[in-house]
């Protein structure tokens, strides 16, 4: 049941002041901003968060929450854009678009790696905010962690030089294309496009604008032996994208349940192959234009010990 590609733990962070963050509400279609008298509360979020934790340790997978305990952090908890790990002891530290989002970045959480994990390195990409870059990790780039390839949507959070670099220092092919919704927008973010499990892809392949590109990353997928399970453009609005496979005491996948409701029958019998759905309950979160997958930071590192959930 050990995958590459299905982590065993992962890293959240707990927002004590969780709000939608208007620095980034210009490039990201998938956040619905409210206005003050219907704005989705903090301690809603919090509980929406907690019950997350709950449920994923239930289901095995052990679970490193840092609480947050500043307001300058809106986005604190989708922690998966600012650091990423390897298999090999390899973390990456990530510079970020928006000004508000580089404060995210905390080394309390390098270090409790360094000492739970065996960690071989840390690459610090971040200075390169001083000139303009940005790579927002696994938001950014969907890994393919078995078969070495990076995909990517053109975007202003997915510097093309800085992915040449990423995927030299880390062993990845680029696979970069265009994206956008019905609406003409750029896709922000790869990761709510698309997902890759162990057996199985998720993928909108009718938001690829070029389709000689969306035939060739359709092949791909397909050439690594997985089911390529093509989603709508409604279904990405429901964040069916957005999701995480893991390692628990079974292999999970792990997406909300706006995202399990979005999908079709015969799509989740497809998943359900390899992986049992794990839906979560994070209405509130989601205003925020994120959903499982960036509230999940997977470690694909070696414990120095066993670790428990």
């Given at each position: ?38 704005a ?18 239930g ?118 294309f ?11 973010h ?29 092949a ?5 032996g ?6 709508t ?62 509230m ?8 120095r ?5």
């Amino acid at each position: 049941m050990t995958s590459l590609q299905a982590p065993s733990a992962v890293v959240m962070v707990r927002p004590h002041h969780f709000r939608p963050n208007p620095e980034t509400k210009g490039d990201n279609a998938f956040q619905t901003l409210a206005d003050a008298s219907s704005a989705p509360t903090a301690a809603q979020a919090l509980s929406e968060f907690d019950s997350a934790v709950e449920t994923l340790r239930g289901a095995g997978v052990a679970v490193h929450v840092f609480d947050d305990t500043g307001s300058e952090t809106p986005d604190s908890v989708f922690p998966n854009n600012w650091f990423s790990t390897h298999a090999g002891g390899h973390v990456a530290v990530y510079p970020m678009f928006a000004g508000n989002r580089r404060k995210e970045r905390r080394w309390d959480v390098i270090e409790m790696l360094k000492r739970v994990y065996r960690v071989q390195d840390v690459i610090d990409y971040s200075g390169l905010e001083q000139d303009g870059l940005s790579l927002e990790g696994t938001g950014a780039m969907v890994l393919d962690h078995i078969t070495r390839i990076a995909y990517a949507v053109k975007s202003n959070r997915a510097d093309p030089v800085l992915l040449e670099r990423f995927c030299t220092h880390f062993n990845f092919e680029p696979m970069v294309f265009e994206a956008k919704d019905d609406a003409g927008l750029d896709v922000y973010h790869t990761n709510v496009l698309m997902g890759i499990g162990t057996e199985f892809a998720l993928i909108c392949l009718d938001m690829i604008v070029d389709p000689n590109r969306r035939a060739e990353v359709a092949a791909r997928l397909e050439e690594t032996g997985r089911r390529v399970i093509d989603l709508t453009q409604e279904q990405i609005a429901g964040f069916a994208g957005n999701a995480l496979e893991l390692t628990g005491r079974k292999r999970l996948l792990a997406l909300s349940v706006k995202a399990l409701q979005a999908l079709r029958p015969d799509q989740i019998a497809v998943i359900e192959q390899s992986a049992e759905p794990l839906p979560l309950t994070i209405p509130t979160i989601e205003t925020a234009g994120g959903s499982v997958r960036c509230m999940l930071a997977g470690i694909h590192l070696s414990p120095r010990e066993r670790i428990s959930a």
